[in-house]
């Protein structure tokens, strides 16, 4: 009945919520580590670490192998490059007794891929911000003048080597820089980050908006709870459409005039998302009681009556 997280690195407050889960739902388990890293700052926090392979040389046999000699039958991935290599394989682990907190393939590839991301959401009606694959075809597609762009990598999440407020000879020569680059307009607004936490029958059970109050390299430093109806709703019904599964975020832009601009999605918990996970979604208690067997589909989210905010800092540790 043991719990993993995979890549723990220094993810001290992801470890500490899972540690919380794990002791209400499933008493006296122990709360194991994986990391490439010998040196990883979260070894310390959990109850076991296990210094694993990379992905490339982890074959899925000896991976179940370990979780079954370690009796480790719930699997929470947390890095974006794991996402797909659980996803592949969730059937089979589900198989072999071990559940992953993960959606299927093609949710993960469409969260992967921005251009596909934008395509799909767009056929759907969603407003999602305009990407294109080249340059060019944003004068010709779009009906109004754009000040200032965005480039990034196609594939993969978060805001590696993103360039933001370019103009078009900035764009160009930063795109020369990437492997992949995708073009967006830039929004100018309030960015707000949506946790959403869905069951294995892509049902979501509650979400959950917050003001990224401050960024920094691409998580939010400082972040606030706010009730946004409208935002939560839309984010839960395109993961439910998009068949997600467990605790996915949507990020957000609302600009100067109320119109929100859907960026992106990720099909994992975040860096921030313990904020969420105080105001009531209580993402992986309610996944460990329904790998343990529990009917969650009619779960209620009760929301904090009083708005939080989540202070992102360094503390030390006493050993």
Same mark, same amino acid.
């Given at each position: 009945?043991?719990?993993?997280?995979? #890549?723990? /690195?220094?993810?001290?407050?992801?470890?500490?919520?899972?540690?919380?889960?794990?002791?209400?739902?499933?008493?006296? %388990?122990?709360?194991? !580590?994986?990391?490439?890293? %010998? /040196?990883?700052?979260?070894?310390?926090?959990?109850?076991?670490?296990?210094?694993?392979?990379?992905?490339?040389?982890?074959? *899925?046999? #000896? @991976?179940?192998?370990?979780?079954?000699?370690?009796?480790?039958?719930?699997?929470?991935?947390?890095?974006? !490059?794991?996402?797909?290599?659980?996803?592949?394989?969730?059937?089979?682990?589900?198989?072999?007794?071990?559940?992953?907190?993960?959606?299927?393939?093609?949710?993960?590839?469409?969260?992967?891929?921005?251009?596909?991301?934008?395509?799909?959401? %767009?056929?759907?009606?969603?407003?999602?911000?305009?990407?294109?694959?080249?340059?060019?075809?944003?004068?010709?597609?779009?009906?109004?003048?754009?000040?200032?762009?965005?480039?990034?990598?196609? @594939?993969?999440?978060? #805001?590696?080597?993103?360039?933001?407020?370019?103009?078009?000879?900035?764009?160009?020569?930063?795109?020369?820089? *990437?492997?992949?680059?995708?073009?967006?307009?830039?929004?100018? !607004?309030?960015?707000? #980050?949506?946790?959403?936490?869905?069951?294995?029958? =892509?049902?979501?059970?509650?979400?959950?908006?917050?003001?990224?109050?401050?960024?920094?390299?691409?998580? /939010?430093?400082?972040?606030?709870?706010?009730?946004?109806?409208?935002?939560?709703?839309?984010?839960?019904?395109?993961?439910?459409?998009?068949?997600?599964?467990?605790?996915?975020?949507?990020?957000?832009?609302?600009?100067?005039?109320?119109?929100?601009?859907?960026?992106?999605?990720?099909?994992?918990?975040?860096?921030? =998302?313990?904020?969420?996970? %105080?105001?009531?979604?209580?993402?992986?208690?309610?996944?460990?009681?329904? /790998? !343990?067997?529990?009917?969650?589909?009619?779960?209620?989210?009760?929301?904090?009556?009083?708005?939080?905010?989540?202070?992102?800092?360094?503390?030390?540790?006493?050993?």
């Amino acid at each position: 009945m043991n719990v993993m997280i995979m #890549s723990i /690195s220094q993810k001290v407050p992801m470890i500490k919520a899972v540690k919380n889960a794990l002791r209400r739902a499933r008493p006296g %388990a122990k709360l194991y !580590g994986a990391d490439t890293n %010998a /040196s990883c700052l979260g070894q310390y926090v959990v109850d076991v670490f296990w210094l694993c392979p990379s992905l490339q040389d982890l074959t *899925m046999d #000896s @991976f179940i192998g370990y979780c079954h000699a370690q009796e480790i039958s719930v699997v929470f991935p947390s890095r974006d !490059g794991e996402l797909l290599y659980f996803a592949e394989y969730r059937q089979q682990l589900e198989q072999a007794g071990i559940t992953v907190m993960i959606s299927d393939v093609d949710a993960v590839e469409l969260c992967l891929d921005k251009l596909r991301f934008y395509e799909q959401m %767009a056929k759907q009606g969603y407003p999602v911000i305009p990407t294109f694959a080249e340059f060019e075809d944003m004068a010709t597609s779009l009906h109004y003048k754009v000040g200032q762009y965005v480039v990034k990598e196609r @594939f993969g999440a978060g #805001s590696v080597n993103v360039g933001i407020g370019l103009n078009p000879h900035e764009t160009k020569r930063h795109a020369r820089k *990437m492997v992949n680059p995708v073009f967006q307009p830039l929004i100018h !607004g309030v960015e707000y #980050s949506v946790d959403v936490f869905l069951t294995s029958t =892509s049902k979501a059970i509650g979400a959950l908006a917050r003001q990224r109050n401050w960024v920094m390299n691409g998580e /939010s430093q400082i972040t606030t709870s706010v009730r946004y109806p409208e935002m939560e709703k839309l984010c839960q019904q395109i993961a439910e459409r998009f068949k997600f599964r467990g605790h996915v975020i949507f990020q957000i832009i609302v600009d100067e005039k109320k119109r929100q601009h859907l960026i992106e999605c990720n099909c994992r918990f975040g860096g921030a =998302s313990t904020l969420a996970l %105080a105001m009531g979604l209580d993402s992986f208690f309610w996944f460990l009681q329904e /790998s !343990g067997g529990a009917q969650i589909n009619d779960l209620a989210f009760y929301r904090a009556v009083h708005e939080k905010m989540l202070v992102r800092h360094a503390e030390d540790l006493i050993l």
